[in-house]
């Protein structure tokens, strides 16, 4: 670990100055946002940001949000901010919420992902704070893990994925929430949510029925598998995910328990969670460890489809492989 080590710091204010100054020569920094750790670079950096794309093995047709220090930013990357935009701004930023809107010509392609809109967030995090302030640049930042890998909410997450290819890595210690940011088309009158996550229908107005998910095909990042460990993820109902585990340890597999409930004999205790929100906080790093545990298969117990829920679903519907439909 000595050579990862040295470019991880604890995010003090020599730090922080030495990640703007990295962002600012095109270098990619990792940094902690409130929901999951960001791999930044200069936004309007075509070079730094094809970096971003190279370090995790990105498809060039998935694109970046640009992180702001301040919503009165949003005009620097926003052709066009909307009076809907704008509610939403005063009411979420800073916070995990991701406004997609027309993007300024001066935005380059490979950030948007050659779209002609541009997603952008104002984290709640204190060192992302810092960072943004410090650099006063907008700084796209996808979640800094390898493609297809669970997102990192620890910096052990992103050193393992992508040590030797950051610069520098902000330990900012665990991620508050645990999932991403709910990506939201603020550009007509209404949100469309574009993906879940831990700003909730409920709170953004909407009602709790996604019955305009249809429109998720608009955000390209869900078409493709994601949050996807190595062993296989099985979701079971409520209260039946202990004995699902003990059913298949009995027939003599390695298997995992994330679930609000002990681990039968044969079983190994992944996460044991109290709620969403703590599942949220755990799953992530509970995927990870599972891995590296050789485990077969995780039984993932179902929480209820409100708040937070419905992203820790999402997520875990994706790394069990039930949601790779191709939008296309
Ligand atoms: O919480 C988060 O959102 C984290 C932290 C680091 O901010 N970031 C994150 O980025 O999750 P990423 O790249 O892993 O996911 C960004 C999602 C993708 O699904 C992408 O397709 C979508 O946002 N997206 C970005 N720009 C878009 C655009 N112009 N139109 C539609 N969807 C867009
Ligand atoms: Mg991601």
């Known amino acids: 670990m000595a050579s990862s080590s040295a470019h991880l710091r604890h995010p003090d204010p020599s730090a922080i100055a030495d990640a703007a100054t990295l962002l600012a020569g095109g270098g990619l920094v990792a940094f902690p946002t409130e929901t999951v750790y960001g791999l930044g670079a200069n936004a309007s950096d075509a070079a730094a940001v094809a970096r971003i794309f190279a370090a995790k093995g990105r498809p060039a047709d998935n694109p970046l949000i640009v992180h702001l220090a301040a919503a009165d930013d949003a005009g620097r990357v926003a052709a066009h901010v909307t009076t809907l935009a704008r509610s939403l701004l005063e009411r979420f930023a800073p916070g995990p919420l991701t406004l997609v809107l027309e993007a300024r010509s001066s935005v380059p392609q490979i950030t948007t992902g050659g779209l002609r809109t541009v997603a952008i967030r104002v984290p709640d995090h204190p060192v992302a704070a810092a960072l943004l302030e410090r650099a006063d640049l907008p700084v796209a930042a996808p979640s800094a893990n390898r493609s297809g890998r669970p997102s990192p909410t620890t910096a052990a997450h992103v050193l393992a994925d992508l040590g030797p290819l950051v610069d520098l890595v902000l330990d900012g210690g665990a991620c508050p929430v645990g999932v991403e940011s709910t990506v939201v088309d603020a550009r007509g009158p209404r949100p469309v949510v574009l993906r879940?996550?831990?700003?909730?229908?409920?709170?953004?107005?909407?009602?709790?029925?996604?019955?305009?998910?249809?429109?998720?095909?608009?955000?390209?990042?869900?078409?493709?598998?994601?949050?996807?460990?190595?062993?296989?993820?099985?979701?079971?109902?409520?209260?039946?995910?202990?004995?699902?585990?003990?059913?298949?340890?009995?027939?003599?597999?390695?298997?995992?328990?994330?679930?609000?409930?002990?681990?039968?004999?044969?079983?190994?205790?992944?996460?044991?969670?109290?709620?969403?929100?703590?599942?949220?906080?755990?799953?992530?790093?509970?995927l990870r460890r599972a891995e590296e545990l050789g485990l077969e298969v995780v039984v993932v117990e179902q929480v209820p489809p409100e708040g937070v829920g419905r992203a820790v679903m999402d997520r875990v519907r994706r790394a069990a492989g039930e949601l790779v439909a191709d939008h296309r």
């Open 196 to 286: 879940e996550g831990s700003v909730t229908r409920e709170e953004l107005g909407m009602s709790a029925d996604p019955a305009d998910d249809r429109a998720l095909a608009a955000s390209p990042g869900t078409r493709y598998r994601h949050y996807a460990p190595s062993c296989e993820v099985v979701v079971a109902a409520s209260g039946d995910a202990a004995a699902t585990s003990a059913r298949m340890a009995e027939a003599g597999r390695r298997v995992g328990l994330l679930a609000d409930d002990d681990a039968p004999d044969g079983v190994v205790e992944v996460v044991r969670f109290g709620d969403a929100v703590e599942l949220a906080q755990r799953l992530y790093d509970g």
